[in-house]
């Protein structure tokens, strides 16, 4: 039987593609600063990244929260770099779509 914290998480892993699409933004511009080998602006990322670990480690989410929270370490410690960020988009994405693929059912709806 499902409870008021499973609905609360069937909404936000519907909202994870929008939060992924504004994470994927900022990235690119972060990137693109850095192929100019300019100092990134990771204001917008950082907020964006933080909010993410924190949301997702309250629904359960582990594997985002972590990837988010690591981001973020990087992004304060000013460790940001092009190929860290390709890698994590890559584990990022690829957690993202597992866990909304893991809530839908065979015909495409969330599982209720």
């Known amino acids: 039987?499902?409870?008021?914290?499973?609905?609360?998480?069937?909404?936000?892993?519907?909202?994870?593609?929008?939060?992924?699409?504004?994470?994927?933004?900022?990235?690119?511009?972060?990137?693109?600063?850095?192929?100019?080998?300019?100092?990134?602006?990771?204001?917008?990322?950082?907020?964006?990244?933080?909010?993410?670990?924190?949301?997702?480690?309250?629904?359960?989410?582990?594997?985002?929260s972590v990837l988010a929270r690591d981001l973020e370490d990087q992004i304060v410690a000013e460790r940001v770099q092009l190929l860290y960020l390709e890698e994590w988009l890559k584990h990022f994405r690829a957690y993202v779509d597992y866990t909304i693929l893991e809530a839908r059912d065979k015909n495409g709806k969330m599982v209720a």
């Open 1 to 64: 039987m499902k409870n008021e914290l499973d609905d609360l998480k069937d909404a936000y892993i519907a909202e994870l593609p929008e939060k992924v699409q504004k994470i994927m933004i900022e990235i690119d511009k972060v990137s693109v600063q850095l192929k100019k080998n300019a100092a990134p602006n990771t204001a917008e990322l950082l907020i964006l990244v933080h909010k993410l670990a924190g949301s997702a480690g309250t629904y359960g989410l582990q594997p985002i």
